[in-house]
């Protein structure tokens, strides 16, 4: 099995998370795309969703599928998205599609996240993939010279604004053995918007797919 297959068995084992008449919390990335396409071949059971990225909002779209503002939903059941990383305690590093602070904030609302990942996703340790860090422009020097004091080498990803207008720096070399401390450490430092631990509010549930198909933990 290829990798996209393994995103596409996670992906479509999720729709069994949805329940019907709901407004749903959509993620961004490869394995969610796979995602959408599930929700769509139920897409007059739900009453909509809500996207993390204007990617998402696009393919959405393109399957009659109408997208809400956060600010006009009380509540979601579920947020279904991806990860770049996921540890044995569900604690993930996001944002390798730069959209962190609204998967963030969209995680907050929801009940319950559903993590979809292929197999290679999983370590033992968060940080060998470079952690995302959504930065105020005018801030990205000095947040890069505090984060060095955290032990990491941070790279300005050139050529990338967020949908919220910032820019991304990301932190090579940072052995993360506490997610939850330096998910906070780093959201502490002046001109961080967020960063792309979810730790402090990991994953409720996580689909992997491997050769064998989609498994749950
Ligand atoms: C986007 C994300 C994605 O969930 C993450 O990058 C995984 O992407 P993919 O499913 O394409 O491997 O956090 O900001």
Redesign the pocket.
Known sequence: MTQDEM?KAAGWAALEYVQEDTIVGV???????HFIDALATMKDRIQGAVS??EASTEKLLGYGIEVFDLNSVSELSVYV????EINEHNHMI???????TR?KIIAAVADQFIC???NT?EVPILGEFPL?VEVIPMARSYVARQLVKLGGDPVYREGVTTDNGNVILDVYNMKIIDPVKMEKDINAIVGVVTN?LFADRGANQVIIGTPEGAQKR
Request: aromatic share 0%; proline share 4%.
């Open positions: 995103k993620g961004t990335g490869s394995t969610v795309n993390s990225s998205d991806g990860a770049d996001k944002g390798g599609g730069a959209a962190l998967e979809i990942v292929d996703k995302p792309g």
